[in-house]
């Protein structure tokens, strides 16, 4: 049963990713996970991409980029996984094409039955530089970047608890 089930769920996340995609195509835009597959069985339920590029030829915005890995925990309804390799490359209009590095970058989410629970995305040893011509030109750096968000307990759980650290920045 664990198995069909399985297998199941990884054709409709397979479906469900593309579908995200021709979506976004139908409005002039263009995602493409790069050999996208499911894998992760028997435990997890994830969407792997050698590389990932989305663009946005009405607005000038081009992101291309690296591998992507996420997991759904099956054992752990709910929880998410991601991870994204560097470095990527970033277009958009008025600035200088841009290369984003990294190290690690990963992020964490939770979701139930009414929504949006939690959400962390961690990364170290980032920089950010201007890639003129293929030369980068060091822009700026941060040694880690931490962000957390939640639903509050307090009020009825209407509130967002957020925080964001950044340790040893320079620009």
Not at 59 to 67: E, F, L, P, Q
Request: net charge negative.
């Amino acid at each position: 049963g664990l198995s069909a089930g399985w297998y199941w769920a990884s054709g409709k996340l397979d479906e469900r990713a593309k579908m995200l995609a021709a979506n976004l195509a139908s409005q002039g835009k263009n995602l493409d996970c790069i050999n996208q597959e499911v894998r992760g069985y028997p435990f997890r339920l994830g969407v792997f991409c050698d590389g990932v590029t989305f663009d946005d030829a009405s607005a000038g915005v081009n992101i291309s980029g690296k591998g992507f890995r996420s997991a759904a925990q099956l054992y752990r309804p709910g929880h998410f996984v991601a991870e994204l390799d560097s470095p990527y490359d970033v277009v958009v209009p008025g600035l200088a094409p841009l290369t984003i590095d990294w190290n690690n970058l990963k992020s964490s989410s939770n979701i139930g039955t009414s929504g949006f629970k939690r959400l962390s995305v961690v990364a170290d040893q980032i920089s950010v530089s201007a890639n003129d011509f293929g030369q980068r030109d060091l822009l700026g750096s941060v040694q880690e970047l931490q962000f957390h968000s939640r639903i509050s307990e307090e009020n009825d759980g209407k509130d967002m608890d957020l925080a964001l650290s950044a340790d040893q920045w320079q620009i």
